[in-house]
């Protein structure tokens, strides 16, 4: 069942610690089935170099458990809530990757500093708050979900297609599971320059909209003209 | 003699410079079997490439060189004051890592600023104090040991299996020696992205401890669900 | 047509991924045939492990496609003004290398702190001013061009061949395709290694104007006795 | 002549870019037999990949150039200083590998913040002074060794077996050239922490005396009792 997701899903999350995005087994990679309603995450705790497409897990959207023997990752729960909540999302990211993790546990929402970070995210990347005592003892991995949504009022999950959950480390998502890993590789990329960027100019400013406008748009925009036309 | 002991011993020696952790002959790693009161620690000053399996030393917990040809790691006696102090690690590591190295230079304990530390280490890293130059004379690596365990007065050593020596570097432990290094691998990679996280931002508090109690016991605790079932 | 300059520059753009600069497809490299008024460049938005020497684009200096089925990068019209007013220049790269683009999105020329520098760049890299809005509904591309050339008025683009362009990154060039990369690689070097140098002293100056000039001229200068003779 | 002279200095050049201390030829290593009074030093500008043992250049203690058919490097007139000046060194590096060289860039001598410091080195790593345009224009290289000689004034060579030229970039040497290129490993090694150190902990101490006595005199010392007896 869902056999090409689940070789998109097992290379998808293949592609993180090739990417150096990962240490150990810190990081799943999902994938969704908008049609049938089902969603393939990677088993928890696995290492990189045993998994097999065949390990990946098929969740339905009530949050159970359709196909696999192993357990879904324990961050299972989060990716169904960003699937429920955000309908054009197609693959969830969750990493450590250090720089990205560092700005989360920094508790910053990251700038838009340049073009890199234009590119691919309009506007600054937002910091979701902490859990609260409540929300941790109700369902930490479900309510990980609902604080990003919080986070999100008001924003367009695919225009900004990342968050940083504070103490914790990034999310990212993408239209498939590939595309959420693309957005994780650059997250930590900007991650690492705007810190960079501020060591060498601790007044440093967002770069001007105009700037960001242009380049969001050339590649996202209906008139984008970056790429081989499709 | 504990050949199954050795060959773990030297393969948890030579992932040390597969994860970017030595330059040169820069650390050691042993693992005890508890019930013969026997360790087997990597001889001083070999070169990894060079490293086999039958070259590991056998000591017993009175200092004692059982068998092996070669001279122990001069660190050896740290080693042993640890085993007897700690009963319950089964493997010791010792690293001139750089990140955890620097944080113990500058003589500073880690601060848990997020969930990647908190998943292994239940509360900041303690720094151990300098040796007095009595101390140093008496014996130097035995007082090592001795020092680290003064630090940990008060602390359970499996709840926290790290510690940085000052002006010195870290120390970490685990269940095995397998599972020391991936303790060590963890420290360098938090130990990075604290610093990373204090230049972003200077202010920063430690991570709530809610949130430092459920993911270490998410994944410690006796209700743990992280992983797969063993 | 061009077979020999299409290969070059296609293997200058091979370098690019070799040497770390490159994160996915974000840089390209050109080269011109100064004769024939033609230059050749990367293909836009297409994966350095499918590039292939053939998909190299050919443009005339009127901004006209004269050979090759893909679009050329985004950046052609940036590359046209510079061959246009450069007129000793044979290649030009664009790339987001981390370090190079940090100091970009500082809004900061790179000052000369030593003889690396010196080896290469006489006197400071410098930042060329944000486009206005209008430059940029203009013609993006095009205009950021104009603002290099405006930036380099006074200056001699052989003896500084390179510029950072504000919250974006970094252009290079040289006599060939190769040697802007070459270009490039330098400057992330340097880039990288003066960050570091500011944060060991803030206060720090710029290298002695007699160190700067020998480094310079013992390898671009008319007496240049550094490496072999050719 | 001097066949295995030329070989361990190819072997030793072509360690650095391996332990990543060189960009493209930024760098040179020689050896010296003392007894023939001739020294074996890397060729000027030619690329690593391309450099065979055959080579390397042939230079007596006047500065002749006594066989080989390329120039010898542009630096070869600063390691005859120093063979010259100090007589128990039998092999010398330059390079600028970037950590070292931003301390050299900040005009700073590395201070021992720690153990890993003191295994190699007693006591700090001194910077010279730049050269008067005086000392530039009589003998840019020849007074680079002369400045550095002035700069250990009081101090062993054999104990402290690295400088950092201001501006420029560190040289360090040891008892052949193989154990210089060690030498320059372990200063890039700890030119990293200590950065690393003081953004950790701005009001850091240098490492306690007696320490810095123990761990030198442990590796270096009459009673040195680290590795393996030899």
């Known amino acids: 069942m869902l056999e090409e997701l689940k070789l998109s899903v097992y290379e998808a999350n293949m592609e993180l610690p090739r990417r150096g995005l ?14 049938k309603g089902l969603f393939v995450i990677k088993p928890s705790g696995v290492d990189y170099d045993k998994l097999k497409p065949e390990d990946m897990v098929v969740m339905d959207l009530d949050g ?29 990211v969750h990493t450590h990757s ?22 691919y995210f309009y506007g600054e990347i937002p910091c979701a708050r902490n859990l609260t005592q409540e929300e941790i ?8 979900g609902t604080v990003i949504i919080e986070t999100f009022q008001g924003l367009d999950p695919m225009h900004v297609p990342a968050v940083l959950c504070k103490n914790h480390g990034p999310f990212t998502w993408g239209t498939d599971a590939a595309n959420a890993v693309h957005n994780a590789v650059v997250l930590e990329e900007i991650a690492k320059m705007n810190l960079m960027t501020e060591l060498l100019n601790p007044a440093v ?16 925009g209906p008139d984008a003209y970056y790429g081989q036309k499709k």
């Open 205 to 220: 400013k967002p770069a001007p909209q105009s700037m960001q406008d242009k380049h969001f748009m050339r590649k996202h």
């Open 64 to 92: 159970n458990q359709v196909e696999g023997e192993l357990n879904p990752s324990s961050d299972t729960a989060t990716h169904l809530e960003l699937y429920r909540a955000f309908d054009k999302i197609g693959g969830i």
């Open 137 to 144: 003892d109700e369902g930490y991995e479900k309510n990980t």
């Open 22 to 35: 990962i240490t150990y087994t810190w990081g799943n990679v999902s994938g969704i089935d908008r049609e």
């Open 98 to 119: 250090p720089m990205a993790t560092s700005w989360a546990q920094a508790g910053r929402a990251l700038p838009c500093y340049g073009t890199t970070h234009a590119d």
